[in-house]
């Protein structure tokens, strides 16, 4: 079983508040994701990271931001929630395989947070 | 075209059957193919992971490269209600800036029928 902590599971917040959704692993991963993912629909990269004080922006374009100070913990932040923001976010983690390395891109899910905004 | 394509499904199969999964990718580059497994409402999690070398067998589960045609499968012997879920093919990126990240297909729909 992967180790890798996601919090809150559930969170229901009202329009313009800021929120913090934590994603922590213990496996050592140099690697981390965040995945956007509405009910029955693809997975959406939002966002990974490298390693410490390492960002990148994924594939789907997010109002949200995220931080890497420590290797073990990836929060992902959104300064004013709306309603379009709600979905279900999965958190991930990998080793840092590169193109070649097979097994070492292998990633590894949390439970996910499901964020309704009203 | 998509970078990872699936059949959105619902793929039917009574139980006992065989149950096949298909994806095709696009970036010739890719050296590494998984396949995952989410149930509704939960988070992926993997079943098998093959790299460009060969196929690979796990139990039930039998992963099948064909790089000449970009086509990855999966096959589910001896289908159980149990596996109704959705199959997500993902495909390692082979060039860029962002390489090693997965690329995922938005997932098939199978339902294995009692």
């Known amino acids: 079983e992967a180790d890798i902590y996601q919090t809150p599971r559930y969170l229901v917040i009202g329009t313009g508040k800021k929120i913090t959704l934590e994603c922590s692993q213990t496996?050592?991963?140099?690697?981390m994701y965040w995945y956007q993912q509405d009910p029955g629909m693809e997975l959406h990269l939002i966002h990974y990271s490298y390693g410490v004080n390492s960002t990148e922006k994924g594939d789907l374009s997010s109002e949200s931001t995220v931080s890497r100070i420590r290797t073990e913990h990836f929060p992902l932040t959104l300064e004013s929630a709306r309603p379009s923001h709600t979905s279900q976010y999965l958190c991930?983690?990998?080793?840092?395989?590169?193109?070649?390395?097979?097994?070492?891109?292998?990633?590894?899910f949390g439970a996910g947070t499901r964020l309704s905004v009203l | 075209q998509k970078e990872v394509e699936q059949n959105s499904g619902p793929l039917s199969v009574p139980e006992g059957a065989i149950a096949s999964l298909n994806c095709t990718y696009s970036d010739r580059g890719s050296q590494s193919f998984f396949w995952y497994r989410q149930y509704s409402g939960k988070s992926p999690e993997l079943i098998m992971f093959i790299y460009s070398n060969g196929d690979k067998e796990d139990g039930r589960f039998t992963a099948q490269l064909n790089k000449a045609s970009q086509y990855v499968s999966l096959l589910i012997r001896d289908s159980q209600p149990s596996d109704s879920a959705t199959y997500l093919c993902a495909v390692n990126r082979g060039y860029g800036g962002s390489q090693g990240n997965l690329i995922f297909g938005k997932g098939t729909k199978l339902s294995v029928k009692p």
């Open positions: 496996m050592g991963h140099d690697k």
């Open positions: 991930a983690s990998s080793e840092n395989g590169g193109f070649m390395s097979g097994a070492k891109n292998i990633q590894y």
